[in-house]
T-cell receptor
Framework: DPKIIQKPKYLVAVTGSEKILICEQY?????MYWYRQSAKKPLEFMFS???????DNQTASSRFQPQSSKKNHLDLQITALKPDDSATYFC?????????????FGAGTRLSVL | GQQVQQSPASLVLQEGENAELQCNFS?????MQWFYQRPGGSLVSLFY???GTKHSGRLTSTTVIKERRSSLHISSSQTTDSGTYLC???????????FGDGTVLTVKP
């Protein structure tokens, strides 16, 4: 059974709309992350949260807003969608941040913005 | 410039051959990790290896901090090893990993 659940697996949206990507982890981890993988680009860090607090934010645009309602949830709200936002978004988690903390990734949500 | 550079970009092997994948980094780091990305897209952690040599089955990872490089050796490759191998470094304690572009490995039967 997957321990990090991302929903939906595929998402198609129109330019200008808003979507929420869901992530839940059942590993008992304290840290959660969002990464993005666009075509022809390396996997890119977006956010890290530890105990539901923002640790690091490398996303320039405020259109991307993480939401953590519980320790094992970290959703990603994206507003005013643009075609450039098309990518696979991966959620990840680890026991802690920094040092000897292996990241575990979800299967990803593939977003296409038309 | 890119902080993490992987080579080769792609590699084709016959089943049974060995593979050596390289990762060079241009900055200091706290940790280095290797991941395998399946053709379907999901990522699996292979090694957390900030320094020295680690083994796991047919895989060996060696990181030499002074030379700013890490390598992944795959022995006796199998068709199921096909996929993308990614290295990533962490410089801060915020959990932020910086990934390389990856090496796409194809193992033919």
């Amino acid at each position: 059974d997957p321990k990090i659940i991302q929903k939906p697996k595929y998402l198609v949206a129109v330019t200008g709309s808003e979507k929420i990507l869901i992530c839940e982890q059942y590993l008992g981890h304290n840290a959660m992350y969002w990464y993005r993988q666009s075509a022809k680009k390396p996997l890119e860090f977006m956010f890290s949260y530890s105990y539901q607090k923002l640790m690091d934010n490398q996303t320039a645009s405020s259109r991307f807003q993480p939401q953590s309602s519980k320790k094992n949830h970290l959703d990603l709200q994206i507003t005013a969608l643009k075609p450039d936002d098309s990518a696979t978004y991966f959620c990840a988690s680890s026991q802690g941040t920094g040092g000897k903390n292996t990241l575990y990734f979800g299967a990803g949500t593939r977003l296409s913005v038309l | 410039g890119q902080q993490v550079q992987q080579s080769p970009a792609s590699l084709v092997l016959q089943e049974g051959e060995n593979a050596e994948l390289q990762c060079n980094f241009s900055t200091s780091l706290n940790s280095m990790q290797w991941f395998y990305q399946r053709p379907g897209g999901s990522l699996v952690s292979l090694f957390y290896n900030p320094s020295g040599t680690k083994h796991s089955g047919r895989l060996t990872s060696t990181t030499v901090i002074k030379e700013r490089r890490s390598s992944l050796h795959i022995s006796s490759s199998q068709t199921t090893d096909s996929g993308t191998y990614l290295c990533a470094l962490e410089r801060t304690n915020t959990g932020k990993l910086t990934f390389g572009d990856g090496t796409v490995l194809t193992v033919k039967p």
